[in-house]
């Protein structure tokens, strides 16, 4: 059974920073991509940032510059540091991540999700 957990979400002022960290756990033998989601109330959800096996990132235009995504991946943990937050960052993160397992099939798997909230 994997499993993707959350932790690091709260309560932010403007121009603050908060940071986001996500472990995946089970039978893994592989971690192909890990990325950050968010949902604001009312707003579908969207791509934030994403690292890709071979340590490539993007970044959604909203947070390039203010955001950086970076992982483990012997540890299967993947942070967002969050910088200069705005109020209009307030929304649930979720961690997401391809992980391949021992048979050697790729599944998708989401976390649970971290509010995070940005006070102007």
């Known amino acids: 059974q994997v499993q993707l957990v959350e932790s690091g979400g709260g309560l932010a002022q403007a121009g603050g920073s908060l940071r986001l960290s996500c472990a995946a756990s089970?039978?893994?033998?592989?971690?192909?991509?890990m990325r950050w989601y968010r949902q604001a109330p009312g707003k579908q959800r969207e791509l934030v940032a994403a690292v890709t096996s071979g340590g490539g990132t993007n970044y959604a235009d909203s947070v390039k510059g203010r955001f950086t995504i970076s992982r483990d991946a012997a540890k299967n943990t993947v942070t967002l540091q969050m910088n200069s937050l705005k109020p209009e960052d307030t929304a649930v993160y979720y961690c997401?991540?391809?992980?391949?397992?021992?048979?050697?099939?790729?599944?998708?798997?989401w976390g649970q999700g971290t509010q995070v909230t940005v006070s102007s």
């Open positions: 089970g039978s893994i033998r592989r971690n192909n991509a």
């Open positions: 997401n991540a391809d992980l391949v397992n021992y048979s050697g099939y790729e599944n998708h798997y």
